[in-house]
């Protein structure tokens, strides 16, 4: 919903109706993730995507007749016939795709997520896409970190979700969770789709180089919010970092341990040392290897650097499996020259890491080609849709 709330809200503050459509569940190759939405505007507009292009048109249709009709749908998509081309996934993928009218009537604390969406306030919106009382349908669980609001007509079932979502909020992930009628711990009888907006995960860019300011640029682009530092001011200057969100003056090591003190720096942070420089290097990656498990950390530096910095790290007393942790020399293998080559080939490393890819040339394999464990990979049993 992230993807097309603008217009979302521009219809629900005028006090009208959009049909809303989101991928709650992808099997083998859908082109989409979880979450992935489109939006159908009250004067017919389309904004977002479920598909990549493949099955917009269809959606499109059930959008429009949901917002008439006011009765939210869940709905498959694949290939499977002649006609995959015109309503079908080409990729040869299968994905669910909930379509819900949405309007100030059916989604009253709407506006409420939208200012913590803006203010970078972790928030969930828990919905049910599958339910034997079709009143159920469409009706949501706001979850904050510190407490939930509910449309919901049971205290159990708005309880156990908003219990069961919380670890998915803090880690920023979306999911489909099933229940029973009720809210019990069951395998069949309620499905709801959690939509979790977690803040931007952060890029910790240390060292203000111009390889830095490449790896900046394109770190935004990912969605992260990007922050240099370098411990000097003459390089870590705004002007030079005009698209980061902060430019920070102060030692590598210093800024780290604040920003952990304060709990700023979490399992989906990035940081990348690009300094090469022992006296910066070192003790910064100390507390990194050290502390909680990072999405990434990666050092920039030669061959000959790398064997220093491993030797100097081990002098210092980590350990071969903190050390495992490190990618260093930062990259994949691109054979890049310039900043900007330099920093694809770091943010592909970063996205494979993310994702579980190999790193290899597609053509060279044999396998699928999205890696998100969000992806079942098993044929579902059913093609029923409400």
Known sequence: MRDVLDALMADWDAGRTSGLATVVRTFDSAPRPPGASMLVTADGSAVGSVSGGCVEGAVYELATAVTADGVPQLVRYGISDDEAFAVGLTCGGILDVFVQPVSRRTFEGLDAVR???????????ATVIEHPDVLWLGRHVVVRTDRFESELPSERASAAIADDTLGLLATGRNATLTYGTDGERLDEGMRIFFDSYAPRPRMLVFGAIDFAAALARLGAFLGYRVTVCDARPVFATPERFPEVDEVV?????????????????????????????????????ELALRGPELAYIGAMGSRRTHDDRLARLRAAGLTDAEL???????????????PEETAVSIAAEIISRQWGGSGE???????????????ETSQPKSTTSM
Do not use: E, M, N
């Open 115 to 125: 200012d913590d969406i803006a203010a970078g306030r972790p928030v969930g919106v």
């Open 324 to 338: 495992a942790h490190l990618h260093s020399p930062v990259g994949l293998d691109l054979g890049s020259r310039t």
């Open 361 to 375: 040339p597609l053509t060279r394999l044999d396998g699928r080609i999205h890696h998100d464990d969000l992806v």
């Open 249 to 285: 003056v102060s030692w590598p090591d210093r800024y780290f341990a604040d920003q952990a003190a304060l709990g700023l720096i979490d399992s989906r942070t990035v940081v990348c040392v690009l300094t090469h420089d022992p006296k910066f290097d070192v003790p910064l990656l």
